[in-house]
């Protein structure tokens, strides 16, 4: 059974690289629990440690400068 890829625009990924770009995801849905900014961290973070510097950052640049069309804000709770 194929597993879904998480990482727009690329055929073919490691599993751990989906694994951090699946992670990716959850962060910048409306049930993520950290901005913007730090979903993108985390991603570079998690590239990085799974030995993939070059690519980390690519990735981080390209979410940086595209990932506002994806990411979806989170609703402020009212008192």
């Known amino acids: 059974m194929t597993k879904k890829n998480y990482c727009t625009g690329l055929k ?3 599993q751990k690289t989906n694994n951090c770009c699946h992670q990716h995801d959850r962060d910048y849905g409306v ?3 950290v901005s913007r900014s730090e979903a993108d961290r ?3 973070v ?3 440690q799974n030995n993939k510097p070059v690519q980390a950052w690519v990735f ?3 979410v940086r400068l595209f990932g506002w069309f994806f990411f979806k ?4 709770k009212h008192k």
Do not use: A, D, F, P
């Open 60 to 62: 981080w640049v390209v």
């Open 42 to 44: 985390r991603l570079r």
């Open 46 to 48: 998690c590239m990085i």
């Open 12 to 14: 073919k990924t490691s």
């Open 31 to 33: 049930k993520g629990t």
């Open 73 to 76: 804000k989170k609703k402020e």
